[in-house]
């Protein structure tokens, strides 16, 4: 009934940047939240950035402040992370999920729904 999917993952030199994609598509009027979500080597799963649906209410990750975006455009129903200025850190596999729920936290347990992840490399 939901499908999440991620692209535009891949190797990017450190300071450069990258823009990744979350199409949706079934139930999505079920959905309040879209986030990320990342997954480095020996690390946690931890949030990235969040939006509600309707396109307001943003939140991130201290370490994505001033350096990630997280948008929307509403015709073709994705869900974007804009990626500026990436360190070897960001580094991970990268997810896209969305949550029904009202409100949120940073948690990774307020979001029903993930695609598959796309990896994203920054090269130290």
């Known amino acids: 009934q939901v499908q999440l999917v991620e692209s535009g993952g891949g190797l990017v030199q450190a300071g450069g940047s990258l823009r990744l994609s979350c199409a949706a598509s079934?139930?999505?009027?079920?959905?309040?939240?879209m986030g990320w979500f990342r997954q480095a080597p020996g690390k946690e799963r931890e949030f990235v950035a969040r939006m509600r649906w309707n396109g307001g209410s943003t939140a991130y990750a201290d370490f994505a402040k001033g350096r990630f975006t997280i948008s929307r455009d509403n015709a073709k129903n994705t869900v974007y992370l804009q990626m500026d200025s990436l360190k070897p850190e960001d580094t991970a596999v990268y997810y896209c999920?969305?949550?029904?729920?009202?409100?949120?936290?940073?948690?990774?347990?307020?979001?029903?729904?993930w695609g598959q992840g796309t990896q994203v490399t920054v090269p130290s």
């Open positions: 079934g139930r999505i009027f079920s959905f309040y939240f």
């Open positions: 999920a969305a949550s029904g729920r009202l409100s949120v936290t940073m948690s990774s347990n307020d979001y029903a729904y």
